[in-house]
């Protein structure tokens, strides 16, 4: 069996698990789901305020800025439900010494690790992040593009791509500190800039949001995309730029692997 | 489980939750690090505060608004409703419960033990807010000074008893983790850590002068950098301890009845 | 020809550092900023061979380096230096074709999916290791029948006892028929009569399907019912390597006489057949040198009331005690001439 067909299989067999999981807690589905939906809403007090009191924010307008809001709840809630779930379970096997198995299997690692767990019912706001984006083109009194929403796609792809690289940077820090529930709080306190224009942020801070914590990428490309505002050069760039970050992740996933099996006990 | 025996154990029960911390030093940076969200507001409300003041603030005055509201979170931080959860989860607040200190004093000593390490990360903020802003916006009044301190007592004080209290209903409901996000939520949007409370359309303002989160943090940062008078902050002060008060008595209340449900279902 | 030797390691060596924390308010604050390093010697300078189909337990007291030298056999932990061989792969580069053929068991550490049943980490474990449906079939069976796991592999994992968890655990281990377990304490926390039946089960898998088998336990019971050839280690280095009889042979060559008596007896009676290690209402327990025996047991017979009699070696524990003992004088003597 070919290595794709292989990773394949091993794919629906870890979705199947999480499925079958999935269906025990059915009663969770709906608590998580509003209260999920009751932290978007009360994200939005801030823009709505910021917004009633002035007509554009660092060259945004409502609607612009309500563009990018949607895309941050859209990738929150692919975050919620296809990658936090699984690694969070790293942290857990870390914690209670059981990450030996997941090492002993003949498999990759990273690949294990980030397929053991699927929770798409979380993943309620990708209804919220539609209805903010066509809240905006409604009241921008128009429809996006076509090139622009395919940009736009593409940028989804690299977006998530970029969400899942930092993920896995986070993660990797949890070989060297001992006690880390608060890395999902870190990772979650500094994405949460990407809820607003990059724009807002100014001098370093913006070149890091851009170019190291690539934050501008997941959310403000993508919403200037639908605007039809993305240059073709910052569209590649930004291709390039996810795959430059994935293979970073991998290399540093793997270094905290091996650190892991000589230095632990 | 006297007072007196409670007290006599105070500074070893300090001092063990310090060498805690000073352990989980990683976890704590971490955890201040964190605190991002002021510095992120800042950004956004000086980018709004551009051209021209909002209201009656100018972009000098958000930093000096901002930069308080992270060093006033490091000292008033607390997150004793995610220990109660997950002790209750895995069982292990029966080994609490037999300490011959109450479980709330050890969890507030804690919890308390944790400011000395954020203080290290607060006051070079403190400093440079400062610096950058000059002190001209500081209180001058003595008197203000003390409601200061006492608003940040105070603060701390609804913080952790509020987290009590949610902890508590794990008691009822195995984990109230999720009930704690609603009321995060509702802090950071209603309390001043995200928007002046001054800014706040009449409306929400309303609600705003009622709800206990104002004084979580909002009051203390106003105190420092809004120039308020005696009256207004002796008011408050009044209105933030009839708030302690209340949670005082509903986590006591809770806590009682949680004990006998935790009792009579063996935990 | 399938070579013969399964496992080899030379001059195995594991140093790894730790930060001490000395205690008191003071250090405390002065650890924030500095931390003493200290190198602890897990393993010092181990070598031992073990062929294929044998039956291996590895002893010692708490933190000798037992459980270390598993993990580098496993390849989860780097050796400091020395080198290790398992059916010719290097562990510790944990290719696909190495890992394939081992299989480690943890007491108290688990691999069960917790919230499903037993038979979905099969599943998953099956295709994990690429085992073929007809062989999974079969295994699966057999597992089934030697464990008599029964509907256990269809309850949620979490809904078992420690007992048939154990029991689950082991069979998820061997669904893909590994030729080399490693077993760390597998019978921790499990009650006597599951003990014996995980043993057994342990002891028919290697009879049936000549896999080599290493286990580390604190239970003698365990290595005297598993382990024809015990490798002992203390402080990370070798104390004994080679057959467990010849071990307590060595150590308390002197058997023991256990009695049962009809009534009451005088100590100088009992005395005269042999020393006396106890007396209860059980019964009495007397010691004698090994070419005594014979001697013991017909004076006892021909003197005592005696209603029942056993020659029994010494206890285990007892053996490896002395051993450890005696290993540890060896290198105090060592250090103090030095």
Not at chain 2, 5 to 28: C, D, I, K, N
Not at chain 2, 80 to 102: D, I
Not at chain 2, 113 to 142: E, F, K, M, N
Request: charged residues 15%.
């Amino acid at each position: 069996m070919t290595a794709v067909a292989r990773y394949w299989r091993l794919f629906r067999v870890q979705v199947r698990s999480s499925v079958l999981l999935g269906l025990q807690y059915r009663a969770d589905f709906v608590l998580d789901g509003v209260v999920s939906l009751f932290w978007t809403l009360t994200a939005l007090v801030p823009l709505f305020t910021v917004f009633h009191l002035r007509q554009t924010v660092a060259g945004w307008t409502f609607e612009e800025a309500l563009l990018v809001t949607g895309w941050f709840t859209l990738l929150e809630a692919i975050l919620e439900g296809a990658i936090n779930p699984s690694l969070t379970a790293v942290v857990e096997h870390i914690r209670k010494g059981t990450l030996d198995f997941v090492l002993l299997k003949p498999a990759d690692a990273q690949f294990l690790v980030s397929t053991a767990r699927f929770e798409p019912w979380r993943s309620t706001n990708v209804i919220t992040a539609l209805v903010l984006w066509t809240v905006s083109f409604v009241r921008m009194g128009r429809l996006p593009s076509l090139p622009g929403s395919l940009a736009a796609a593409l940028l989804l792809v690299v977006a998530t791509s970029v969400l899942y690289s930092l993920w896995i940077l986070t993660v990797s820090a949890a070989f060297y500190v001992v006690k880390i529930d608060n890395l999902t709080n870190l990772f979650n306190s500094i994405f949460d800039a990407a809820r607003w224009p990059v724009e807002v942020f100014r001098g370093v801070i913006r070149w890091v949001f851009t170019f190291i914590i690539p934050l501008a990428l997941m959310t403000t490309f993508p919403a200037q995309a639908m605007l039809g505002r993305l240059s073709l050069p910052a569209l590649a760039w930004s291709v390039v730029g996810a795959g430059v970050f994935a293979w970073l992740a991998r290399r540093v996933w793997l270094s905290s692997i091996a650190r892991y099996t000589s230095a632990s006990s | 489980m006297s007072l007196r025996s409670t007290v006599r154990a105070l500074p070893t029960l300090f001092r063990v939750g310090f060498a805690e911390m000073v352990a989980y030093r990683a976890e704590m940076l971490v955890w201040v690090l964190a605190t991002t969200m002021p510095l992120i507001m800042l950004a956004l409300w000086s980018a709004v505060a551009h051209d021209a003041p909002v209201g009656a603030f100018d972009q000098q005055d958000f930093v000096a608004y901002f930069l308080a509201t992270f060093v006033v979170r490091q000292l008033t931080g607390a997150w004793v409703a995610w220990q109660l959860s997950f002790e209750v989860r895995t069982g292990t607040l029966a080994m609490r419960l037999l300490r011959p200190v109450h479980p709330m004093v050890s969890y507030a000593v804690e919890n308390l033990a944790a400011i000395p390490l954020r203080l290290v990360v607060a006051l070079p903020v403190a400093i440079i807010a400062l610096v950058l802003t000059g002190g001209s916006r500081l209180p001058r009044d003595p008197l203000l000074w003390v409601i200061f301190f006492l608003s940040l007592i105070g603060g701390w004080l609804i913080t952790f008893l509020a987290n009590a209290a949610i902890g508590t209903l794990a008691l009822w409901t195995g984990s109230s983790v999720k009930l704690m996000d609603v009321w995060l939520a509702m802090f950071m949007v209603f309390s001043g850590y995200l928007i002046p409370v001054e800014l706040f359309p009449p409306l929400i303002r309303g609600a705003v002068e009622v709800l206990p989160f104002r004084y979580q943090i909002g009051f203390p940062v106003e105190l420092l950098t809004r120039g308020l008078d005696r009256g207004a902050a002796l008011r408050l002060l009044l209105g933030q301890w009839i708030w302690v008060g209340l949670f005082l008595f509903g986590v006591r209340a809770l806590w009682r009845k949680g004990l006998q449900r935790f009792a009579a279902y063996g935990g | 020809m399938v070579p013969q030797t399964m496992v080899s390691v030379q001059a195995l060596r594991k140093h790894y550092t730790v930060h001490k924390r000395p205690p008191g308010l003071k250090a405390a604050l002065g650890s924030l900023f500095r931390r003493i390093p200290t190198v602890v010697k897990a393993v010092d300078g181990i070598t031992f061979e073990i062929a294929r189909g044998e039956r291996v337990g590895f002893l010692g007291p708490n933190g000798a380096g037992k459980t270390t030298t598993l993990k580098v056999l496993a390849g989860l932990l780097h050796p400091s230096s020395g080198e290790v061989r398992v059916d010719g792969h290097v562990p510790q580069r944990r290719e696909d074709a190495f890992l394939k053929k081992i299989t480690l068991v943890m007491g108290q550490k688990q691999q069960l999916l917790w919230d499903l049943p037993p038979s979905e980490t099969f599943a998953l474990n099956r295709a994990i290791y690429e085992v073929p449906e007809p062989q999974f079939r079969n295994t699966l069976a057999e597992l089934t029948e030697l464990l008599e796991l029964g509907d256990l592999v269809n309850k949620p994992t979490r809904t078992l006892s420690l007992g048939e968890r154990m029991k689950c655990e082991l069979a998820a281990s061997l669904i893909h028929r590994p030729q080399v377990l490693f077993l760390d304490e597998p019978t921790i926390g499990l009650d006597v009569s599951m003990q014996v039946v995980i043993r057994d089960f342990i002891k028919a898998y290697n009879e049936r399907t000549g896999a080599t088998l290493i286990l580390t336990s604190h239970y003698m019971d365990d290595v005297a019912a598993l382990c024809p050839r015990v490798v002992v280690i203390d402080k990370g280095q070798l104390s004994y390597d080679g057959a467990l009889d010849e071990l307590v042979r060595r150590i308390r060559p002197e058997k023991r006489l256990v009695l049962r008596l009809d009534g009451p007896v005088d100590r100088a009676a009992l005395e005269a057949v042999g020393r006396v290690v106890s007396t209860d209402a059980a019964g009495v327990v007397l010691q004698v040198a090994q070419d005594a025996v014979n001697a013991a047991v017909s004076r006892a017979l021909a003197t005592l009331p005696v209603h029942d009699l056993t020659v029994e070696n010494a206890p285990l524990e007892e053996v490896m005690s002395e051993l450890f003992a005696q290993s540890r004088a060896a290198r105090g003597e060592v250090e103090d001439a030095a």
